[in-house]
C-alpha cells in the first residue's frame, strides 16, 4: 500500500482497530454456553404459550408464574416458534449481547471526554467483576437470552439519551425498559430523575408511576401484594429457597463486593470533574437508598411487594459505572504508588476471576485497600508505614490469587479453554493499549482480526449435555422410557431440561423450580412438601452435595437411595407422584434403565460425578 493510500485508510484503522480488540475481549470473556441457568426458564415460558397446557401442572406454573410481569415472551414466543428454541435462544442472546455492548458505546462516549478513557472504560465494564448480589447470584450483560439482558441494554440507552439532554426520548426508552424488566430499570428511573430533574422526565415518569397506582388500587399483578406481609411458614420457605433476596442474609464477602464497588466511586468523587460527579452522585444515591428500602421492607417488614422488587438488584448498574471509572481513574494519574499498584493489581485479579473464577476474595479486597490508601496518602503525604501496608497488601492478594488458581488446575475440563481465551483477553488489551498510544496500523489491524478469529472460534462453551437436550430431535428411547410415566420426579436439574425440552413434559419437584416461592405462598408450601418427602431420597436436588438454597439430604454423603424403604416412604407421602426416575440404581427394586447419548455433571459429596444412565420407579407398588 502506497504511503498516500495509507494515509487515506489511517483515519478509519483509528477506530476500527479498537472495536475490534474490544469485540474481542467481549467475545473472550463472554463465550456462549447455551441455554442455561434463567434462560431455561424463560424458554419455558415462551414453549408454555405456543403449547397451551402442556406445562401448567409443573410447580414453577401450577401457583402463578413471572411472565405476567413482562412482556418478553410476547416476543420471544414467535422467534422460538419460527426457528426453535436452540435458534432462538441463540439469537436472542447474541442479538441482545450486540444491543447491550451498543449501549455501553453509547454511555460511555456521553461520560468521558477523552477517546483513550471512553475505549478503557468499555473494557473496564467487560473484564471486572460483573456479578453482584448475594453469593453473586446475578450478573449484568449475562451470556443468555433473559429480559434482564434487553432491559439494562436499554437503561444504559436512556441515560446516554438523558445525560445528552433528551430527556423525554430517555424517559419513554425506560419505561420501555421497564416493561420489559422493571427490576433492572428501576435504577436508572432513579438515577436518570436525580441526575437531570427535568419536569418533562417527571411527566413521562409519573405517567408510568399513574398506572402503577391504578394497578396498586384495583390490585393487579405484583401490586395485589403491595400491603401483604409473608406469614411465618411462607417466610421459612422463601429464606431457604429465595436468601439472596435479603441482604441481611448475605455473607461477608458479598458485602465486600459491594464495598469494592462504593469504595471506587467514593474515590471517584474526589477526583472526577463536575459533570461526572454528578452522575456519581446520582448512582450512590439511588443505590444506597434502595439498598435502605429492601433492607427496612424485605428484611425487617418483610413486605411481600418490596421482597418481590428485589431493589438492590440496583447494583447491576451502580457496578456498570464503577468498573467504568476504575480504569479512568488509573489512566489520568490520578492515584499513584503503592496504592496505584494496588488498584491494578485488584483490577488485574478481578479480571483473571472472568476466566479461572474464585477472585470474589481477593479482588474487591484489594480494591477497597487501594482506595482506603489512596485516600489516606493524599490527606497526609506518603508515609512508610501506608507503604508498608499497602506493599502487604498486595503481596497477600497476590499470593492468595496464585494459591486459588493453583487450586483450580485440574479441577474440570474447561481449564484449556478457559486460559486460551484469557490469553486471548490479555492480548487483545495490550493491543488495545498500544494502538491508543502508538497510534494503528495494518500489522496490528491484522492482529486484531487474528485475535478476534480466535475469540469466536473458543467462543462455544457448550457442554455436551446441553447440546443434547437443546439439539434437533432423534430417536434416542426417551420417549419410550417416560411412557405412561405421568407425574415425575427426575433427579437433577438434567432431568429436569430432559422433560421440560426434550420430553416436552411437565416437572414435579427440583430445587430451580421453588424460585416462584418468593412470588407465590402457593408455590411455596407445595415446594416445601415436596421437597420435605423427597429429600429422604438424598438426590442430587438437596444440599449440601448440590445447592446451599435447597431442603437438606437426611444423609449428607449418600448419593442417592440405596434401601427400598426409602422409596416406599417418599411414595405414601406423596400420593400425587407416579414416577421416579434417578440417577443410581436400588438394589431390589425392579427398574428400567436408559442410557442417554450424552453424560451430564452432577454434584457428589466430595467430586463431581458424570452420569449417563438413569433409572425409572413406578410408585404404585409402594402404595
Known amino acids: 500500500m502506497s504511503a498516500a493510500s495509507l494515509d487515506r485508510a489511517r483515519p478509519g484503522l483509528q477506530s476500527a482497530v479498537p472495536l475490534l480488540l474490544v469485540l474481542a475481549i467481549w467475545v473472550a470473556a463472554r463465550p456462549y454456553f447455551g441455554i442455561v441457568g434463567d434462560a431455561r426458564f424463560y424458554l419455558l415460558h415462551a414453549l408454555r404459550v405456543l403449547e397451551p397446557g402442556r406445562y401448567d401442572q409443573d410447580l414453577y406454573f401450577k401457583y402463578g408464574s413471572q411472565d405476567s410481569f413482562t412482556v418478553f415472551t410476547a416476543g420471544y414466543a414467535p422467534l422460538v416458534a419460527w426457528i426453535g428454541p436452540a435458534g432462538a435462544h441463540f439469537v436472542a442472546a447474541d442479538g441482545g ?8 458505546m453509547a454511555l460511555v462516549w456521553t461520560v468521558f471526554p477523552r477517546r483513550s478513557e471512553r475505549w478503557l472504560a468499555i473494557v473496564g465494564v467487560i473484564l471486572l467483576r460483573v456479578a453482584y448480589g448475594g453469593d453473586g447470584i446475578f450478573a449484568y450483560a449475562e451470556p443468555f437470552a433473559t429480559p434482564r439482558l434487553f432491559a439494562e441494554a436499554l437503561v444504559m440507552a436512556g441515560l446516554a439519551l438523558g445525560l445528552r439532554g433528551r430527556g423525554v426520548l430517555a424517559a419513554a426508552v425506560l419505561v420501555v425498559a421497564a416493561a420489559i424488566h422493571p427490576l433492572a430499570a428501576a435504577c436508572g428511573a432513579g438515577v436518570l430523575l436525580v441526575r437531570l430533574g427535568d419536569r418533562r422526565v417527571w411527566i413521562v415518569i409519573g405517567v408510568a408511576a399513574a398506572g402503577g397506582a391504578l394497578a396498586l388500587a384495583v390490585a393487579v399483578g405484583p401490586f395485589a401484594h403491595a400491603l401483604a406481609r409473608y406469614d411465618d411458614a411462607w417466610f421459612q420457605v422463601v429464606l431457604l429457597r429465595c436468601s439472596q433476596a435479603f441482604i441481611a442474609e448475605w455473607c461477608w464477602w458479598d458485602f465486600c463486593q459491594v464495598g ?8 471517584c468523587l474526589i477526583r472526577a470533574d463536575e459533570r461526572e460527579r454528578r452522575l456519581i452522585v446520582a448512582v450512590l444515591a439511588v443505590t444506597l437508598a434502595l439498598l435502605v428500602v429492601s433492607l427496612l421492607g424485605a ?5 411481600v411487594l418490596i421482597t418481590n422488587l428485589q431493589v438492590w438488584r440496583s447494583l447491576w448498574l451502580t457496578t456498570v459505572i464503577a468498573n467504568a471509572f476504575l480504569p479512568v481513574i488509573l489512566l489520568r494519574g490520578d492515584v499513584q504508588g503503592w496504592p496505584r499498584a494496588l488498584l491494578i493489581t485488584g483490577a488485574g485479579a478481578s479480571a483473571l476471576g472472568r476466566f479461572l473464577g474464585a477472585m470474589e476474595l481477593v479482588a474487591p479486597a484489594m480494591t477497597i485497600a487501594g482506595c482506603a490508601f489512596a485516600v489516606a496518602e493524599a490527606r497526609t503525604g506518603p508515609r512508610p508505614i501506608l507503604r508498608v501496608a499497602a506493599i502487604a497488601a498486595m503481596g497477600i492478594g497476590v499470593g492468595f490469587a496464585g494459591l486459588l488458581i493453583f487450586l483450580r488446575v485440574g479441577l474440570d475440563d474447561t481449564l484449556i479453554s478457559d486460559v486460551a481465551r484469557a490469553l486471548v ?7 488495545l493499549v498500544w494502538s491508543l498510544r502508538r497510534g494503528a496500523s495494518l500489522r496490528l489491524a491484522a492482529t486484531a482480526g487474528l485475535l478476534l478469529l480466535a475469540a469466536v472460534t473458543l467462543a462455544d462453551q457448550r457442554t455436551a449435555w446441553n447440546r443434547y437436550v437443546f439439539g434437533p430431535p432423534a430417536d434416542d428411547g426417551l420417549d419410550r422410557f417416560l411412557a405412561g410415566a405421568g407425574h415425575t420426579y427426575w433427579e437433577g436439574d438434567g432431568g429436569l431440561e430432559l422433560l421440560w425440552f426434550r420430553h416436552g413434559a411437565p416437572s414435579y419437584f427440583s430445587c430451580v423450580q421453588g424460585s416462584e416461592a418468593l412470588f407465590f405462598r402457593g408455590t411455596a408450601m407445595d415446594y416445601a412438601r415436596r421437597g420435605a418427602a423427597l429429600s429422604r431420597l438424598d438426590t442430587a436436588d438437596f444440599a449440601p452435595a448440590a445447592s446451599p438454597q435447597c431442603i437438606e439430604k437426611q444423609n449428607a454423603r449418600a448419593l442417592g437411595p440405596t434401601d427400598p424403604a426409602q422409596l416406599a416412604t417418599v411414595c405414601r407421602a406423596l400420593p400425587d407422584l407416579d414416577t421416579l426416575v434417578l440417577g443410581q440404581p436400588v438394589v431390589g427394586v425392579p427398574t ?11 454434584a457428589g459429596s466430595a467430586r463431581t460425578l458424570k452420569i449417563d444412565t438413569f433409572y425409572r420407579y413406578s410408585c404404585r407398588p409402594f402404595r
Open 299 to 303: 428484611d425487617l417488614a418483610h413486605n
Open 592 to 602: 428400567q434403565s436408559w442410557r442417554a447419548p450424552a453424560w451430564q455433571a452432577q
Open 260 to 267: 469494592a464497588v462504593l469504595a471506587v466511586l467514593s474515590f
Open 97 to 104: 449481547g450486540a444491543l447491550w455492548l451498543a449501549a455501553l
Open 425 to 431: 483477553a490479555a492480548g487483545a488489551g495490550a493491543g
